[in-house]
């Protein structure tokens, strides 16, 4: 499995990105698909995650803020960021995992490269 973020880049507090992450296969109807982040200095952490019946979950930080979403017919998994804040510039991953409970929380199997996200 291979994972590729993009749609990262750099924008002012209050502005919005748009995220997606890519699969080398069609594993997305299957698995669950995170997104996490981490900050320079800090532990990486969930952020939001998706399950193959589309159920997300957040984490309380960006609850209200961030939207994932699955779009079956290209393959991706998408974060929409609105109301963007400067603690939320980190690198951002994209990550897959099959089987178990798929929370934002949850442990993941895979990851992508990671698009970096810098809020000022």
């Known amino acids: 499995v291979q994972l590729v973020e993009s749609g990262g880049g750099s924008v002012q507090a209050g502005g919005s990105l748009r995220l997606s992450c890519g699969a080398s296969?069609?594993?997305?109807?299957?698995?669950?698909v995170g997104w996490l982040r981490q900050a320079p200095g800090k532990e990486r952490e969930g952020v939001a995650a998706?399950?193959?019946?589309?159920?997300?979950s957040y984490a309380d930080s960006v609850k209200g803020r961030f939207t994932i979403s699955k779009d079956n017919a290209k393959n991706t998994v998408n974060l929409m960021m609105n109301s963007l804040k400067p603690e939320d510039t980190a690198m951002y991953y994209c990550?897959?995992?099959?089987?178990?409970?798929?929370?934002?929380?949850?442990?993941?199997?895979?990851w992508g490269p990671g698009t970096q996200v810098t809020v000022s």
């Open positions: 296969g069609s594993i997305y109807g299957d698995a669950c």
């Open positions: 990550a897959v995992k099959s089987g178990g409970t798929c929370r934002f929380s949850s442990p993941f199997d895979f």
């Open positions: 998706i399950d193959s019946d589309g159920i997300a």
